[in-house]
């Protein structure tokens, strides 16, 4: 059985890369945009499924998982949370935090190396 073995270049989980690609799928969904209740379900499918269709273009040894949430801006604020146990070394996570006058966005994306 052959091992498989990642570039050098490769360790560790690029957060900039992911963030910057996010970022741009957040700004093709939402930008122009003010919010709609009845858009949130199409924006946030479409803002998750191409961050990780993208992500998967890279061609790198991850899984991922994206999430994505989007309220109606407001005095109250947004906040949110996420643990992780991994190996640091080799997995990692990125956070996107979009908004405008009328919306927040923020955007999880966790990568779990493929160790075979």
């Avoid at 923020?106 to 779990?112: G, M, T, Y």
Wanted: proline letters at 0%.
């Amino acid at each position: 059985m052959e091992e498989y073995h990642r570039h050098c270049d490769e360790v560790g989980f690029n957060a900039d890369e992911a963030h910057n690609i996010v970022k741009e799928c957040v700004d093709g969904v939402l930008g122009g945009e003010d919010y709609n209740q009845n858009n949130i379900n199409q924006w946030t499918a479409s803002i998750v499924e191409q961050s990780l269709a993208h992500l998967v273009k890279l061609g790198k040894a991850y899984k991922y998982i994206v999430t994505c949430a989007v309220v109606q801006r407001s005095a109250y604020g947004f906040h949110t949370a996420s643990s992780c146990f991994w190996d640091t070394t080799s997995d990692g996570t990125c956070t996107v935090r979009w908004e405008n006058r009328t919306m927040n966005c923020i955007v999880n994306v966790f990568a779990i190396a493929i160790v075979l």
